[in-house]
């Protein structure tokens, strides 16, 4: 074997060494990209049920000022809380409250449905890119290996690079 075909199987072997490099760094950052999705989804499902508790916790105050209103406005004519049309009244307010707070509990659980889902796509995206990364990676060492068969005409090119001996280079 000559020096230039040494020479060439080395350019072939540091290109190997780069590109597993590459792929490795390729699937480090893959894999920070990820960890950071992760808790930028943990905090925005955090943000979400904040603001559904933060709701309900208005709501709940609404109807505590609403029934404290009808009872001092009953007291103040004089009848009795809790009995007849002031019962019916404070019954309306609660039935209001109960379904205001269903609806937001749906919400809630429409929210974080569609919150899981973009990041299960995201995961889904990362393992994606990472085979293709993978699949490039295998498909440039296959070229490499299969290269290697051809290494009179790369040592040819080598020795125009001036590497080899003055008869190759010539050649």
């Given at each position: 074997m000559s020096s230039s075909e040494y020479a060439m199987m080395a350019f072939q072997a540091s290109g190997a060494v780069i590109n597993y490099y590459q792929n490795v760094e390729s699937k480090r950052m893959i894999e920070i990209g990820r960890r950071l999705e992760q808790s930028a989804f943990e905090t925005n499902l955090e943000?979400?049920?904040?603001?559904?508790?933060?709701?309900?916790?208005?709501?709940?105050?609404?109807?505590?000022?609403?029934?404290?209103?009808?009872?001092?406005?009953?007291?103040?004519?004089?009848?009795?809380?809790?009995?007849?049309?002031?019962?019916?009244?404070?019954q309306a307010s609660f039935q209001g409250f109960s379904e205001d707070e269903r609806i937001r509990k749906l919400n809630l659980l429409m929210k974080e449905t569609s919150l899981r889902s973009g990041?299960?796509?995201?995961?889904?995206?990362?393992?994606?890119?990472?085979?293709?990364?993978?699949?490039?990676?295998?498909?440039?060492?296959?070229?490499?290996?299969?290269?290697?068969?051809?290494?009179?005409?790369?040592?040819?090119?080598?020795?125009?690079?001036?590497?080899?001996t003055a008869a190759t280079a010539g050649a």
């Open positions: 943000a979400i049920r904040l603001q559904a508790a933060e709701g309900s916790l208005e709501s709940m105050q609404k109807l505590r000022q609403t029934i404290g209103s009808q009872i001092a406005v009953q007291a103040a004519r004089g009848t009795r809380t809790g009995v007849g049309s002031s019962l019916a009244v404070q990041h299960t796509m995201s995961e889904l995206s990362a393992i994606q890119k990472k085979s293709e990364i993978n699949k490039q990676f295998f498909n440039e060492m296959f070229q490499t290996v299969s290269n290697r068969g051809n290494i009179e005409g790369a040592s040819k090119m080598a020795g125009s690079f001036g590497f080899g």
